[in-house]
């Protein structure tokens, strides 16, 4: 799914529910795809609008000591820090990661993952306080 905000900020959002191996991939074609989409006839590279992946996947990607909730862009590798290329990003959410403590659930967060996670084994919503 592609949506637009009202600060003009692009999102592209993907429910991942079996392993690919071109996921990744795929997931910056997307980004990269939608971005150059953007430069139609008299829009400027400067009038480009940020673009950000939200991947919202049943398995696990990355390794443990990555949260379940992860955030990628690009930096510069000498010094760690984000420089002036930050039009595309994304946010990774590994449900199998997930893993939440029991009622109350802490956060909003928190309530969206566990019905990602659980719906088809939960009748009732979960409750937070």
């Not at 592609?2 to 795929?26: A, C, F, G, P």
């Not at 074609?29 to 940020?50: I, K, M, W």
């Not at 946010?91 to 967060?109: G, T």
């Amino acid at each position: 799914m592609k949506v637009k905000d009202e600060s003009d900020h692009w999102y592209i959002i993907e429910m991942q529910k079996r392993n690919e191996t071109d996921y990744l991939k795929r997931l910056q074609y997307y980004s990269a795809h939608s971005y150059v989409q953007q430069l139609t006839e008299g829009v400027t590279h400067n009038d480009l609008l940020p673009i950000v992946v939200i991947s919202l996947m049943k398995s696990k990607i990355f390794a443990e000591e990555v949260s379940y909730i992860s955030f990628h862009k690009t930096i510069e590798t000498t010094t760690k820090k984000q420089q002036h290329i930050f039009d595309i990003s994304y946010v990774f959410i590994e449900l199998k990661k997930f893993k939440d403590i029991k009622q109350p659930l802490l956060s909003i967060a928190d309530e969206w993952l566990h019905l990602f996670k659980y719906a088809t084994k939960e009748n009732t919503p979960p409750c937070r306080n």
